[in-house]
């Protein structure tokens, strides 16, 4: 059902959800998801992807970790009104509940996931 990347090292860092049309309401549905719209292109996207990798590994079980390809996924992002890259949208339960424009540290990225984890307790 998910697209589950591995990262260049072989081993099992990097357990983000890739999202394309088909699969972005199922996963985005439940629970606390992040998705980074990027390109490959993007410097900055390029720049956060290791720690979009970490991130997924931590949060794994807890919150789904998700990207967006925004050159192979246009119409997501369209829907989703991403005017620039990255932009990192937070989901809880299928609803946008927070967004972030642009690079940030893994710490930044951590502390929202964390927030929306602890709405649920």
Not at 1 to 23: A, F, H, P, R, W
Not at 31 to 39: E, H
Request: glycine share 6%; aromatic share 8%.
């Amino acid at each position: 059902m998910y697209n589950v990347k591995k990262s260049k090292k072989g081993n099992d860092m990097g357990k983000y959800i890739e999202l394309t049309s088909q699969n972005f309401a199922e996963t985005t549905k439940s629970g606390v998801c992040m998705v980074d719209f990027w390109a490959p292109w993007c410097g900055p996207c390029r720049m956060i992807a290791p720690v979009i990798e970490e991130l997924a590994e931590e949060f794994d079980g807890k919150a789904k970790i998700c990207k967006v390809n925004t050159d192979e996924q246009q119409e997501l992002a369209v829907a989703h009104e991403v005017r620039s890259i990255p932009t990192i949208i937070f989901f809880k339960d299928g609803k946008k509940v927070d967004q972030m424009i642009g690079a940030a540290s893994k710490e930044a990225f951590a502390d929202k996931i964390k927030a929306l984890l602890d709405d649920e307790e």
